[in-house]
């Protein structure tokens, strides 16, 4: 079972930037994916970024293309989002997650199974 546990968020003006990280407890050498997800107010939870563990690939989001960026740290056992030019419309809580098996669809929230508790990204001048 894995912890995963979101930090970063904050209030940022447009065209700022912010660093979130994921702290994850336990190994995911054996999973398949790691990934960003957020939720605004009145929407559905989308896929931001995603990182597949076995190779270290990664994916975006055509709303979030060079802009933003993931990144994992294997010796503190973290993954980063480093979002650069950031919109209003980027405001939303943000999550991290774990899949454990092999998905077709890397930003379809169904298949994961371990969900950090979020945090906070406001984007306003």
């Known amino acids: 079972q894995l912890q995963l546990v979101e930090s970063g968020g904050d209030l940022v003006q447009p065209g700022g930037s912010l660093r979130l990280s994921c702290a994850v407890s336990?190994?995911?050498?054996?999973?398949?994916?790691i990934a960003w997800f957020r939720q605004a107010p009145g929407k559905d939870r989308e896929g931001v970024s995603c990182l597949r563990i076995s190779d270290g690939s990664t994916y975006y989001a055509d709303s979030v293309k060079g802009r933003f960026t993931i990144s994992r740290d294997n010796a503190k056992n973290t993954v980063s989002l480093q979002m650069n030019s950031l919109k209003p419309e980027d405001t939303a809580t943000y999550y991290c997650?774990?899949?454990?098996?092999?998905?077709?669809?890397?930003?379809?929230?169904?298949?994961?199974?371990?969900w950090g508790q979020g945090t906070q990204v406001t984007v306003s001048s």
């Open positions: 997650a774990v899949a454990r098996f092999v998905q077709i669809s890397l930003f379809y929230p169904n298949n994961y199974d371990f």
């Open positions: 336990g190994s995911t050498a054996n999973y398949y994916a």
